[in-house]
């Protein structure tokens, strides 16, 4: 099929704006988390959570990890959709949403994920939205800790004021091990 002149034109200025449009269609994507390129589930957002954050160490540790990241889809800081929260750039481990998973621990995994999207939450996280490794010493005042388990320390940020546990507590695990 031949096509005239005014084809042509049109034919162009159709990839020309198709071609401007890519960046912003990434940057959204980049900004969903887990966004539209992806096509990873809810489930699978929060198994990848809980498999990179706690090290497939404990039952407490994966839903403490998971509670955490429903405190936050909760808030409206960050964003309202697991996904959203786990892809969000910095805030879990680098490549929690790209790198490969040792599926022998999957059974483990699946199942602590598949109960804090059904409403369990670790008795002890409260509203915690933050945790670190439990060996890491941070010189901030502004964290009351509420818990350690799976390896890792989970606080609240407060008014250095209302910090009454400044320091991460012992380790605790067991509390939910159905």
Do not use: W
Not at 154 to 174: D, I, M, S
């Amino acid at each position: 099929m031949h096509q005239d002149g005014s084809d042509k034109e049109v034919a162009m200025k159709r990839r020309s704006i198709a071609r401007s449009l890519v960046p912003a269609v990434l940057a959204l994507a980049a900004l969903s988390g887990c966004g539209m390129f992806s096509g990873k589930s809810e489930l699978e957002c929060m198994e990848r959570a809980m498999y990179f954050e706690s090290n497939r160490s404990s039952r407490d540790g994966m839903v403490a990890v998971g509670s955490v990241v429903m405190n936050r889809v909760a808030s409206r800081q960050y964003p309202d959709t697991i996904c959203g929260v786990v892809g969000q750039k910095n805030q879990f481990a680098r490549g929690v949403m790209t790198r490969k998973m040792d599926m022998r621990s999957a059974p483990l995994i699946r199942n602590a994920a598949m109960s804090v999207l059904q409403g369990e939450r670790h008795p002890l996280i409260g509203n915690a939205q933050f945790f670190h490794t439990a060996r890491y010493r941070a010189n901030y005042n502004n964290m009351h800790y509420v818990l350690t388990s799976g390896g890792n320390a989970f606080y609240e940020r407060r008014k250095p004021e209302l910090v009454t546990q400044a320091f991460p507590l012992p380790a605790l695990e067991g509390i939910t091990g159905r």
